[in-house]
């Protein structure tokens, strides 16, 4: 570990949590350099949906690199942008009578909601965003400015004007919270003014896996349609199938007008990312938003692959369904054991467990590291377990991996009590 040390920065995180090497990995299973063995529910932060090393997306990259396929192409035309784009309109924008622009930003989250900010304001003419409570967007300087968390925003060093944040749903309890926003838009003395749009996270993965309501979302982009502000549908964590459907606001019947995507869409941890965006707000001019790698070739062959092996038809969706039916059962079991310390968080693959506070979750995972189990916290205070395992997680490594987390829950709320007596 002297290397890392010696030449890498301090803003390393992760490693921190999980200092080992690791050497190996296969679906949802890491193996480190002293052939240790480790349940991943980790998942790249919601990067490998579809398991590390997905053996129908390897062979499909090996096989174009060996033809010496186009690896970078800025935004040119290519065989693998071709047939990424003829796989996403065929397999899931037509299928969901969805009709939007595909734009091909930076390969990172954070650049797509750039971009998403800024098509907002250029054909609004309008500057405010709203975004939410405990809402993650990214750390760039715009994306930063949507995201609610303190410690993120201060990284910048300077003042982030543009962003008015709202309560998100549930943050005051059982009001809704719409009220409050729609009476701010009212009042012409309130602060607010009239915003070019809104920036919204379906579940709020980094923010402690808080998940809106069908009713909430839908009452949202109401209030959009009647101030004539944007809705953006922030699922670069949330989708591509974590919520047991491709996109997290399937469900609720709504029609964003922009959507951004990265983590998974490539389908093997290759870096991508798009933004889709109603034809209208298309008022881009040629380059005004670009980036030198906003055409990963080897990404468009992993996501092609990704979404005609498993969003072909309902299965893969079916089977993420039962998965999450599981996590939750246990969950709540764990839950009941323990009383009034732990609060059920979340909905699909993307679920959790909130505890008193930051110490207890991290206590929990970093017992649970010991014993095998990969896991991570989110959250304002870092006070929620949160389950981001792969979605192709086979039912007995996803059954061990429970096991262990109902251990070390066990196991550090026994040391809680023992402390306190």
């Known amino acids: 570990m002297d290397i890392y040390q010696k030449l890498e920065s301090n803003v390393r995180g992760y490693c921190r949590s999980f200092p080992v090497t690791f050497t190996k990995a296969q679906n949802a299973t890491l193996t480190d ?30 096989d174009y690199i060996e033809a010496d396929g186009i690896a970078h192409g800025l935004d040119m035309h290519t065989e693998a942008k071709t047939a990424f784009l003829e796989a996403f309109d065929q397999h899931i924008l037509q299928p969901r009578k969805m009709k939007y622009k595909v734009q091909f930003t930076g390969p990172t989250g954070t650049n797509a909601v750039e971009a998403a900010l800024k098509i907002a304001r250029k054909n609004t003419g309008r500057q405010t965003i709203v975004s939410f409570t405990n809402g993650f967007h990214g750390v760039t300087q715009g994306a930063a400015a949507v995201t609610a968390n303190g410690y993120y925003k201060a990284a910048i060093g300077m003042p982030l004007p543009g962003v008015h944040f709202m309560p998100y749903d549930g943050y005051l309890g059982d009001f809704n919270t719409l009220h409050y926003f729609e009476k701010a838009l009212q009042d012409k003395s309130s602060g607010l003014g009239h915003p070019a749009a809104v920036i919204v996270e379906c579940i709020q993965g980094e923010g402690g896996l808080n998940s809106a309501s069908a009713a909430w979302m839908l009452g949202l982009q109401a209030l959009c349609k009647r101030y004539n502000m944007l809705l953006i549908v922030d699922d670069i964590q949330a989708g591509c199938g974590r919520s047991g459907t491709f996109f997290s606001f399937e469900e609720f019947g709504i029609e ?39 055409g ?10 990704a979404i005609e092996t498993y969003w072909a038809d309902d299965s893969f969706s079916q089977s993420v369904k039962k998965k999450a039916q599981l996590i939750r059962s246990r969950l709540k079991e764990i839950q009941a054991e323990h009383g009034g310390q732990m609060k059920h968080k979340g909905r699909g693959i993307m679920q959790g467990l909130e505890c008193v506070n930051g110490q207890v979750a991290s206590r929990i995972t970093e017992l649970a590291f010991k014993r095998g189990l990969i896991i991570e916290t989110s959250g304002s205070d870092g006070q929620v377990v949160k389950i981001l395992t792969p979605l192709t997680i086979e039912d007995k490594t996803l059954n061990a991996g429970l096991d262990i987390l109902a251990q070390c829950i066990g196991d550090v709320m026994a ?7």
């Open 415 to 421: 040391e809680q009590i023992s402390k306190a007596s």
């Open 296 to 305: 990963n070739n080897h990404a468009f062959i992993t996501a092609r692959k």
């Open 33 to 62: 350099d002293q052939g240790n063995t480790y349940i991943d529910f980790l998942g790249g932060a919601g990067t490998l949906n579809y398991g590390h090393n997905n053996p129908h997306f390897k062979q499909a990259l090996l």
């Open 256 to 294: 964003p007008d922009v959507i951004t995507l990265s983590k998974s869409l490539s389908g093997f941890g290759l870096p991508m990312a798009v933004v889709l965006l109603k034809e209208k707000l298309d008022t881009w001019k040629p380059g005004e938003h670009n980036g030198t790698f906003r």
